[in-house]
């Protein structure tokens, strides 16, 4: 704002002070020093800039000048003063309008995320926050190998790629449970791809998760509980892929939807594995290792650090001790599932 938008009142008594501080020499009375302090957070509170406040005092001190007493480093002297105590309490308005402005933005994500609050409500307060909670969303998580803050270098980092190349475009972008988290769009995924590139270049190395788009209010947290579940997923089936979509692991929670019948298939096809010298963890990595190589023999062996020959003896003995052979299409697909099972459920290290 220009110095003549500034209204008087901001620079209530202002004169008076000037008078008698560079007359006397005194330095300004703690009441005074609060007065100056209580208009400076006035100003704030009401939007004006801090430059044109200083500019406002600095016009009001030379309109007082030819009739103040005392030298011009006296009038000065009050003038910093003045100013120093009106900048302080402009300062801590700011302060505290950051910090309540921070608390209303992480309860609005918790309830946001946890589907706490009332879905009209939330749909109101998340206009505040750039996001139309009418439309599809979708949810993209990335973890490291440590716990991130809204305020740490690697969150504050991603961000400004992210507003750099795409602008405002309804994106949030937070942290939750050490995790960074991207809100956007459901029509926007090259957002959520850009997203994923830079937080697993600045994680060195970290894991994104994207959930799938939902509509209404609601689909936000459901995106997020997919991309949780999917980050679940990939770290107890030894996924290795830095960026997961749930879109692409759906047969996972087909599979796992009834718990119990996939408990039983894990007993039933691969308990015997647990007669062999070792227990079953060995024969499993075998086969785990043979059906993510395609079947192929060699490259099962290069996976597992063994010979084509002791990987070969390890598919006969399981054969031997399942009565189902790997190799067989007809028996692969049980095999194969019940080892997803296995993968899914922690056997042999957790009891069924």
Request: net charge negative; glycine share 10%; with cysteine.
């Amino acid at each position: 704002m220009a110095e003549q938008d500034v209204p008087g009142d901001y620079l209530d008594g202002y004169a008076e002070i000037l008078t008698e501080v560079s007359a006397t020499g005194r330095r300004l009375t703690r009441d005074e020093i609060e007065s100056r302090r209580t208009l400076g957070e006035r100003a704030a509170d009401a939007g004006f800039g801090l430059r044109a406040l200083v500019g406002a005092h600095l016009a009001a001190t030379r309109a007082a000048w030819p009739g103040a007493p005392g030298s011009a480093d006296s009038v000065l002297a009050a003038m910093q003063q003045v100013v120093d105590a009106f900048a302080e309490g402009y300062e801590r308005a700011q302060r505290l309008a950051v910090r309540q402005e921070e608390a209303a933005r992480r309860e609005f994500i918790d309830d946001l995320l946890y589907g706490r609050s009332d879905l009209g409500r939330l749909a109101e307060r998340a206009e505040r926050f750039g996001l139309r909670l009418s439309h599809a969303h979708a949810v993209a998580v990335a973890e490291g190998p440590a716990a991130y803050d809204e305020g740490d270098p690697v969150p504050r980092h991603v961000e400004q790629s992210l507003i750099s190349r795409f602008g405002d475009r309804s994106i949030l972008l937070t942290t939750k449970d050490g995790r960074m988290l991207c809100i956007a769009p459901g029509d926007q995924d090259q957002v959520l791809t850009a997203f994923a590139k830079q937080a697993y270049a600045a994680t060195d190395g970290g894991r994104v998760a994207i959930g799938r788009a939902q509509p209404g209010p609601g689909g936000v947290v459901q995106s997020y509980e997919e991309a949780l579940n999917t980050l679940d997923l990939a770290s107890r089936l030894g996924l290795d892929d830095p960026v997961l979509r749930a879109a692409d692991l759906l047969v996972y929670p087909v599979l796992t939807r009834d718990r119990q019948a996939m408990a039983d298939l894990v007993r039933e096809a691969l308990g015997p594995l647990g007669a062999a010298r070792g227990g079953a963890a060995p024969l499993i990595d075998t086969l785990t290792a043979y059906f993510d190589s395609g079947c192929v023999a060699a490259e099962a062996a290069r996976r597992l650090s063994l010979s084509v020959r002791a990987l070969t003896y390890r598919l006969e003995r399981i054969h031997k001790l399942t009565g189902a052979n790997p190799a067989d299409p007809a028996h692969r697909y049980m095999l194969q599932t019940a080892v997803i099972g296995a993968r899914l459920l922690d056997w042999p290290a957790k009891a069924l």
